[in-house]
C-alpha cells in the first residue's frame, strides 16, 4: 500500500523540481510517476492486485529519467529496498550516472546516494599487470582463458601502455575503470590485464586492498541506487543473485531501454563450443597442468587429480574428433545456409540426430568429471593461499588460481553446451535453437562451431528476474507491436497481471508527414528496388538539409550510394567509413555551418541517435526492415510458432517489423518544436494486408500515402 506520506514525498518532489528547472509540467509525465508509485506498492502487500512490475512504453519527450527516479527512490526508501537502474547502453548509462541523478537530487529536495556497477572486465587486474611488468610481458597467468579466440598483443605495443597505465594508477590520477583511460586500448591490449569471476581469486588476492573493481563493489553497499546496465544484471542473476549486486529479493529494478532486454537474455543463456579450438586448449592444458604438479609437488591431492585428468584429455580430443567427422560426413557444404563468413546448419525443432546425441553424452559426463577435478584442485590452490607459510611465491599461486579457475570455467561451458545436445528436444516446449556454424579453423580449413540458445528468455527472466525481484519498472520508448504489449510478454515471460501502460507525449505529431512516394518497384525484386531508391533520392532529397536514410542491408546501401549524383555523394556520410559517433559529429558540423549532410545508415542508426532540430528533418526508411531471414535463432521461433497452428509471419515478423518503423521514425522528432517528414520508400505498406497493421501502429503524424 502507498502511505500517505510516501505519496506526498514524491508530489512534493515533483513540485520542487519543476519549479526549480523551470519545467512545465507533462502530463504522460505525471501519469508514469502515479502508475509507478501504485504498482510498487503491491511489494509485500498486494492485497491480490497482481505483480508488482510495470511496463511503460513512453516516448521520446515524457521525462521517463525523472518519473522513474522520483517515483520509485522514495517507495524504495520507505521499503528498505535497493534501487537499481539498469540501460542498455553505455552512454545512457553515462548519463543517468553523471548528470541525471545529479540534477535530480539537487533540485527535487530527495536525499540518496548512487554507485555505478560495472564488472570486472571493464577494471583493471593489478595483480596481472604487476605479473606482466615483473615478467617483461610474459602472460600474467599461466595460460589465458580462450587462447583460440583472443590473441596476445605485441609486446612492443602494449609494455609502454602498461607502464604508462601502472604510474597513472600510483599517482592516483587514474582509478583502473577502462571507461575512464583517456585513450582507446585495443580489447587484446586490455584483455591482458583484467580478469572475471572465474580468474579472480577475490579477497585472498594480495591487491585486494588495492582493486579498482573492489574498490567500486564496496561503495554499493552504502548506495541507495545503483546504476547499472542489463548484461551485469543477467550476469549477476546467472551467478546466483547477489554475487555483485543486492540480492533480487531486496532489489527493486528498473529497465530503461526494456526493449533490449530479452534479446540481452536470450545471447546470455546461448552455449557454444568450437571444435578445433577447443581441441587446441585441451592439448595446451595438459601440458601447463604437468608444470603446475611440478610447482605444487607438495600438495600431493592436488597432483593426484591431476595426473588423474591428464589421460581423461586424450578421450575428450578423440570424442570431439568423432562429432567432428560425423558432421563432416553428414554435412555437405550445400547444406549450411547464409551469407559467406556467417554460414549455418540448423536443426530443425532444436531435434539433434541419435548419433550426436549419443557422442554429446560422453562429452558432458568427461567434461563434468574433468569440471569437478579441477575445481578440487582450485579449491585446494585456494587453502595454500589461506596459508601463513608458503613455499611458492604468493604472485604464482594466484597467477595458478587464475588460470585454474579459467579451466572451470571453460569445461563448465562445454558441458553446458553437450549437454543440451545429449536428449532429442522432443517435448521441449518452445525448443531449444541449435546448430552448427561453419567457421575457419585456421591455414584456409573449415572447422564447426556447435551452439544452442533459446528461442525466447521468457522462462529464464521469468525464473531467475520476475519472480525473485521485490519489484521492478521496465520502460521504453518502443514497448508495444501492432500497438499490443503481446510482443513483449512473449519474449519477456512477465506476469501477466502486471501492470501495462502507455503514457502520451508531448509532441504534437501534426508537425510531421508520413510519406509513401509512388514507386513503380517492389523489394521482392532486390536490383529494381535499388534502382528506383537512386532515381528517386535526388527528387526528395534537400541537398541543403540534414537527412537520414536507414537501409536493412549493407549491400543495398552500398549501391543505392554508387547510384546517387556526385552533388549528393559529396555530401554523405555512409556507416562504416567512420566511428558511429565521428559521423553524427561530422554532421552535425555540416549542418552547424549551414551545408547539407546525409548520412546513410542501417540498424544501429535506428534507435540511439539524438539529432534534434535542423540536425534531422527527413528520415528515409529504404524498406519494411522485416528480419534477416538468415538468425537460427528466429528460423527456429517462426518455425515453432507455424508448428503450433500459428502465423509466424503475422505473429513474429510483421510485429517485430512494425517496431522497427516506429524506432526509426522516432529520430525524426526529438523536442517539441522538431518538425519535418518520414518517408517509407516500401509501396508493401499499402499493397500487401499487413500493411495496415503497420500504418496503424505508427504516431499519429500526417499521412500523405501517394
Known amino acids: ?34 502508475e509507478i508509485a501504485k504498482t510498487l506498492s503491491r511489494i509485500g502487500d498486494n492485497n491480490g492486485e497482481g505483480e508488482p512490475h510495470c511496463v511503460i512504453e513512453a516516448g521520446t519527450g515524457t521525462g521517463k529519467t525523472i518519473a522513474y527516479s522520483l517515483a520509485a527512490i522514495p517507495v524504495a526508501k520507505a521499503l528498505k529496498k535497493k534501487l537499481v537502474v539498469s540501460t542498455a547502453t553505455i552512454a545512457l548509462q553515462e548519463q543517468f550516472v553523471f548528470k541525471d541523478l545529479p540534477d535530480i537530487r539537487q533540485h527535487s529536495g530527495l536525499s540518496f546516494s548512487f554507485a555505478l556497477a560495472k564488472g570486472r572486465r571493464r577494471y583493471i587486474c593489478l595483480s596481472k599487470l604487476d605479473k606482466l611488468m615483473a615478467g617483461s610481458g610474459q602472460q600474467a597467468s599461466p595460460l589465458p582463458l580462450y587462447p583460440d579466440e583472443m590473441s596476445n598483443p605485441i609486446e612492443t605495443d602494449a609494455m609502454p601502455l602498461y607502464n604508462n597505465m601502472l604510474s597513472e594508477l600510483a599517482a592516483g590520477r587514474w582509478d583502473g575503470d577502462r571507461d575512464n583511460w583517456p ?86 543463456f546461448s552455449t557454444f563450443c568450437r571444435l578445433t579450438g577447443t581441441q587446441q586448449w585441451l592439448e595446451e592444458i595438459r601440458q601447463q597442468w604437468i608444470t603446475c604438479a611440478e610447482h605444487f609437488s607438495g600438495q600431493k591431492s592436488l597432483t593426484r587429480q591431476l595426473e588423474i585428468l591428464a589421460p581423461q584429455v586424450a578421450d575428450i580430443k578423440q570424442g570431439l574428433t568423432l562429432v567432428s567427422s560425423f558432421l563432416s560426413e553428414t554435412l555437405e557444404v550445400g547444406a549450411f ?41 582450485s579449491k585446494i590452490i585456494e587453502d595454500v593461499l589461506d596459508e601463513d607459510s608458503m613455499a611458492m611465491e604468493r604472485s604464482d599461486i594466484e597467477s595458478w588460481s587464475a588460470a585454474i579457475g579459467a579451466m572451470v570455467n571453460r569445461a563448465g561451458g562445454n558441458v553446458d553446451l553437450w549437454s543440451e545436445y545429449s536428449h532429442t528436444g ?34 529464464n527472466l521469468s525464473k531467475d528476474l520476475w519472480r525473485r525481484a521485490s519489484g521492478s519498472v521496465v520502460t521504453s520508448a518502443t514497448l508495444t507491436a501492432l500497438n499490443s504489449f503481446d510482443r513483449f510478454k512473449l519474449r519477456s515471460g512477465i506476469p501477466g497481471d502486471s501492470v501495462f501502460s502507455v503514457v502520451p507525449s508531448p509532441f504534437n505529431y501534426e508537425n510531421a508527414l508520413f510519406t509513401v512516394p509512388a514507386m513503380d518497384c517492389d523489394p521482392g525484386d532486390p536490383d529494381a528496388h535499388t534502382e528506383g531508391i537512386g532515381e528517386l533520392l535526388p527528387k526528395i532529397v534537400d541537398s541543403k ?37 565521428e559521423t553524427l559529429r561530422r554532421h552535425r558540423a555540416a549542418i552547424d555551418a549551414d551545408d547539407g549532410s546525409i548520412i546513410f ?19 528515409i526508411i529504404a524498406k519494411i526492415p ?17 508448428s503450433k497452428g500459428g502465423n509466424a509471419f503475422m505473429e513474429i515478423s510483421v510485429p517485430d517489423a512494425a517496431l522497427r518503423i516506429v524506432q526509426a521514425s522516432g529520430r525524426l522528432l526529438r523536442s517539441e518544436e522538431d518538425v519535418g517528414h518520414v518517408s517509407l520508400l516500401d509501396r508493401r505498406v499499402v499493397t500487401r494486408r499487413y500493411g495496415r497493421a503497420i500504418l496503424d501502429s505508427l504516431p499519429p503524424f500526417r499521412r500523405d500515402i501517394q
Request: one cysteine or more.
Open 545 to 581: 538539409a540534414g537527412t537520414l536514410i536507414l537501409f536493412s542491408s549493407r549491400k543495398q546501401m552500398l549501391a543505392v550510394y554508387d547510384l546517387l549524383p556526385v552533388e549528393l555523394r559529396k555530401i554523405t556520410l555512409m556507416q562504416g567509413e567512420f566511428s558511429k559517433q
Open 1 to 34: 500500500m502507498l502511505t500517505h506520506a510516501v505519496k506526498e514525498v514524491i508530489q512534493q518532489a515533483y513540485r520542487k523540481m519543476l519549479e526549480e528547472k523551470s519545467l512545465k509540467p507533462r502530463w504522460g509525465q505525471r501519469v508514469m510517476i502515479a
Open 183 to 268: 585513450d582507446e586500448v585495443q580489447e587484446n591490449v586490455w584483455f591482458g590485464v583484467t580478469t572475471d569471476h572465474a580468474q579472480c581469486t577475490g579477497r585472498r588476492c594480495a591487491n585486494v586492498s588495492q582493486c579498482a573493481f573492489f574498490k567500486a563493489r564496496d561503495d554499493l553497499g552504502d548506495a541507495d541506487v545503483i546504476v547499472t546496465n542489463h548484461d551485469l544484471v543477467l550476469a549477476d542473476l546467472g551467478l546466483g543473485g547477489g554475487a555483485i549486486l543486492p540480492e533480487p529479493e531486496d532489489t527493486i529494478y528498473i529497465f530503461d531501454e526494456g526493449h533490449h532486454l530479452p534479446e540481452k537474455a536470450i545471447n546470455h
Open 426 to 459: 522432443a517435448g521441449d516446449d518452445p525448443p531449444k535453437a541449435r546448430w552448427i556454424n561453419l567457421i575457419e579453423s585456421g591455414a584456409g580449413q573449415l572447422g564447426y562451431e556447435l551452439r544452442c540458445s533459446p528461442i525466447l528468455a521468457a522462462e
Open 626 to 642: 522485416f528480419a534477416v531471414p538468415d538468425s537460427p535463432v528466429e528460423s527456429a521461433l517462426s518455425e515453432w510458432v507455424d
Open 337 to 377: 545456409e547464409g551469407r559467406e563468413g556467417f554460414q549455418h546448419y540448423r536443426f530443425r525443432h532444436g531435434l539433434v540426430p541419435e548419433q550426436l546425441q549419443t557422442a554429446a553424452r560422453t562429452l558432458t559426463n568427461q567434461f563434468s568429471d574433468m569440471a569437478d577435478r579441477l575445481g578440487r584442485v
Open 601 to 619: 545508415g542501417l540498424a544501429s542508426f535506428s534507435e540511439g541517435v539524438d539529432l534534434p532540430g535542423r540536425y534531422c528533418t527527413h528520415v
